[in-house]
């Protein structure tokens, strides 16, 4: 009897340390994301404020979009091809879409440059950025961070942007 009495409380023990190991992989996993304190940078911010203002009636602003949701993979491409492609756009956003409140259809893109993007690799992505939206034919509008924007300046680029370009 006492190999049986030994076979059993080593498989208790085993199904104990089992289960305590599994509770705090199981703790570790909830703890892997946290909420961040705000969806915008405080320069971000302090834009997205002057920008709201300064759109024309009828448009909408949306921020930090992934470019995926603006742009699709052309037809015709092969399965790789088309992989690659999306690939390229489904981690990227851009920091402000400018839409038309009737249908949400894009109207421009805006992309608020801090010294981040003079490093090479952000010139990189910002001239891949650059190429897609001229690509599809969507302006994109580059705004260097400031720690003051003029609401007549904004709003006279934002004109020359979304009033020059063909309708659609």
Same mark, same amino acid.
């Given at each position: 009897?006492?190999?049986?009495?030994?076979?059993?409380?080593?498989?208790?023990?085993? @199904?104990? *340390?089992?289960?305590?190991?599994? #509770?705090?992989?199981?703790?570790?996993?909830?703890?892997?994301?946290? *909420?961040?304190?705000?969806?915008?940078?405080?320069?971000?911010?302090?834009?997205?404020?002057?920008?709201?203002?300064?759109?024309? =009636?009828?448009?909408?602003?949306?921020?930090?979009?992934?470019?995926?949701?603006?742009?699709?993979? #052309?037809?015709?491409? &092969?399965?790789?091809?088309?992989?690659?492609?999306?690939?390229?756009?489904?981690?990227?956003?851009?920091?402000?879409? *400018?839409?038309?409140?009737?249908?949400?259809?894009?109207? #421009?893109?805006?992309?608020? &440059?801090?010294?981040?993007?003079? #490093?090479?690799?952000?010139?990189?992505?910002?001239? @891949?950025?650059?190429?897609?939206? =001229?690509?599809?034919?969507?302006?994109? *509008?580059?705004?260097?961070?400031?720690?003051?924007?003029?609401?007549?300046?904004?709003? =006279? &680029?934002?004109?020359?942007?979304?009033?020059?370009?063909?309708?659609?």
């Amino acid at each position: 009897m006492q190999p049986i009495s030994i076979l059993v409380a080593v498989v208790l023990v085993a @199904f104990f *340390l089992w289960a305590v190991i599994k #509770a705090q992989l199981a703790g570790r996993r909830k703890g892997v994301y946290y *909420l961040r304190k705000s969806l915008f940078t405080p320069a971000e911010r302090v834009f997205l404020e002057v920008l709201e203002r300064a759109v024309p =009636a009828g448009v909408r602003v949306f921020g930090k979009v992934r470019l995926e949701d603006i742009f699709g993979v #052309a037809r015709g491409l &092969d399965r790789a091809e088309r992989l690659a492609a999306r690939n390229k756009i489904n981690r990227k956003h851009v920091d402000f879409l *400018l839409v038309k409140e009737s249908d949400l259809a894009p109207l #421009a893109g805006i992309e608020l &440059d801090d010294s981040s993007h003079e #490093a090479d690799d952000r010139r990189q992505r910002d001239a @891949f950025v650059d190429s897609t939206f =001229a690509s599809a034919g969507l302006p994109l *509008l580059h705004v260097p961070v400031q720690k003051a924007y003029s609401l007549a300046e904004l709003k =006279a &680029d934002l004109a020359e942007v979304l009033f020059k370009r063909p309708s659609n």
